[in-house]
């Protein structure tokens, strides 16, 4: 199977083609004919907040997504507001209760504001559950079909770390703005004048935070379960500072399109950043998304303008000569990239730009990561030192560390 013939319906709507998805991600040639659970992409992100509405308008404000459909009481949904955005092929879905009954309130009374669903999009969403049944998955929702007049989508979903979910979602029959019982709904919110189209196209990956000692137990789950295949493993120096340590494996489907970056904590001085999500989000959890963009100074410029806040990178970082000995030519100077606090690794395949924001939440928990690949299939580990003394920074100021 060609990575052409697994584009996603939202990844052709959102205009992006083999050679951009290539450069965004990091894509690669994979014969899936023979997958026992195959996953075309990413569907959406599922999020449960204590307030939809203004998360909803945080996202289009700051972030610049666009609304496009809406579930509530207007629409016959009287337990809980939902809201879906979408910038390029991301989706992120944001819900919050209405109902003082409703399931939403245990859940964010538990972990805050954060994820609760990462929705994959995939052909057969029956063969995923029989397989997946067959090597002991718990099944959350049984294969199932939902239809209105613009369709019928096929439904299933398996539990994973913690209180996160996988829905399986075939939306091959379905033509409208989401799922049956969303009605279309257009943003109200005006972007300012000169503001690019979006500020992200696609998803990266989602990193999830695991207990000590589970790590390993969850990259069997998504080789056994999800046929995922292992794709890097970082452990020792690569993966800590003076004070605190962390150990994670990267696991991915067949192409790359969709990559779980799983952690685990370490013992080590003093509480990691692992510790402190876990501890806060009050259990395991998806730490924070990778969003893929082609123009990654625009957008931190962008973000800081609208108030979003990022991790520090000190002056040291740039001035190391080792750094620019190793990173070679770049598409912009060190200059630009230490104005905005953006890091930059290189590997055999080529290299990136990344950055990550402060938590998103009120929690210490969800952050984002901007990257910006240019050949390189990696995750930055020649940043990693610097990206959790950051951290550690920000944890130490929370009283935390």
Avoid at 215 to 223: A, G, K, L, Q, R
Avoid at 260 to 272: D, G, I, T, Y
Wanted: proline letters at 4%.
């Amino acid at each position: 199977m060609t990575i052409e013939q697994t584009l996603t319906d939202k990844e052709r709507l959102a205009g992006l083609d083999l050679g951009q998805l290539e450069q965004l991600v990091g894509l690669v040639e994979y014969d899936g004919t023979r997958d026992p659970f195959p996953v075309s992409g990413w569907d959406a992100v599922v999020w449960v907040v204590g307030n939809a509405t203004q998360t909803a308008h945080y996202f289009q404000s700051a972030f610049g997504m666009t609304l496009v459909a809406y579930s509530g009481p207007t629409t016959g949904n009287r337990d809980h507001h939902s809201f879906v955005l979408e910038s390029g092929a991301v989706r992120f879905v944001i819900k919050g209760a209405v109902d003082p009954q409703s399931p939403l309130i245990e859940h964010h009374r538990a972990h805050g504001d954060g994820v609760v669903d990462i929705a994959l999009a995939v052909p057969d969403v029956d063969k995923c559950i029989a397989h997946a049944r067959a090597q002991g998955a718990t099944i959350l929702d049984e294969p199932h079909e939902v239809t209105d007049e613009h369709g019928t989508v096929r439904l299933a979903a398996i539990a994973t770390y913690g209180d996160t979910r996988h829905t399986l979602v075939d939306r091959s029959r379905y033509t409208g703005p989401y799922l049956p019982g969303y009605q279309a709904r257009t943003s109200t919110h005006t972007k300012r004048d000169g503001a690019p189209k979006r500020l992200f196209q696609a998803l990266d990956h989602v990193v999830g935070n695991v207990e000590l000692g589970r790590m390993d137990h969850w990259v069997d789950f998504y080789n056994r379960v999800m046929g995922f295949t292992n794709m890097a493993e970082f452990v020792g120096e690569d993966i800590a500072t003076d004070y605190s340590a962390l150990m994670s494996k990267v696991v991915s489907n067949g192409n790359h399109r969709v990559k779980f970056p799983l952690n685990e904590p370490a013992v080590a001085k003093k509480r990691s950043q692992i510790d402190e999500y876990l501890d806060f989000y009050g259990g395991p959890g998806a730490q924070h998304l990778a969003l893929a963009t082609n123009d990654i100074l625009t957008a931190v410029d962008r973000l800081t303008a609208e108030g979003v806040e990022f991790l520090a990178t000190p002056d040291s970082y740039y001035e190391d000569p080792e750094l620019r000995a190793r990173i070679g030519n770049v598409r912009a100077p060190i200059e630009e990239l230490q104005k905005r606090g953006i890091l930059v690794d290189r590997d055999e395949d080529g290299y990136l730009l990344q950055i990550f924001t402060k938590p998103l939440v009120d929690r210490p928990t969800v952050f984002f990561e901007l990257i910006e690949r240019h050949g390189s299939l990696g995750f930055g580990i020649g940043n990693f030192k610097a990206l959790f003394e950051a951290i550690e920074r920000e944890q130490a100021a929370r009283g935390n560390f």
